[in-house]
């Protein structure tokens, strides 16, 4: 199993105009896991992340704050539509 290199958060602006953090988790072995918070509680987004890198087994849970896609997609248990959000692909991420 890969280790964990860094874990990066970020804020970003929502096209409704909110502030989300996004973090990025990056595996020794160049695998990325994503996470996110509205709540803009960079632990929540972390943790998310880290689970998606495979760093974890536990889930993390989150809260409903805005009623927005991504929490919606990931209290379904489905894949994060990322890209209803221009801004998070305008991202740019620490590479090591």
Not at 9 to 18: A, D, E, F, I, K
Not at 67 to 89: D, L, S, V
Request: charged share 20%.
């Amino acid at each position: 199993m890969s280790t964990l290199a860094f874990v990066h958060v970020q804020s970003m602006r929502l096209h409704t105009g909110q502030e989300a953090l996004v973090a990025r988790a990056l595996m020794k072995d160049g695998k990325a896991g994503f996470g996110f918070s509205l709540r803009l509680d960079a632990t929540e987004a972390r943790l998310m992340a880290m689970f998606d890198a495979g760093l974890s087994d536990e889930r993390p849970g989150i809260e409903l704050a805005l009623g927005h896609p991504w929490e919606k997609a990931y209290m379904e248990g489905k894949a994060i539509p990322w890209e209803t959000e221009p801004a998070f692909a305008a991202l740019t991420w620490l590479s090591s």
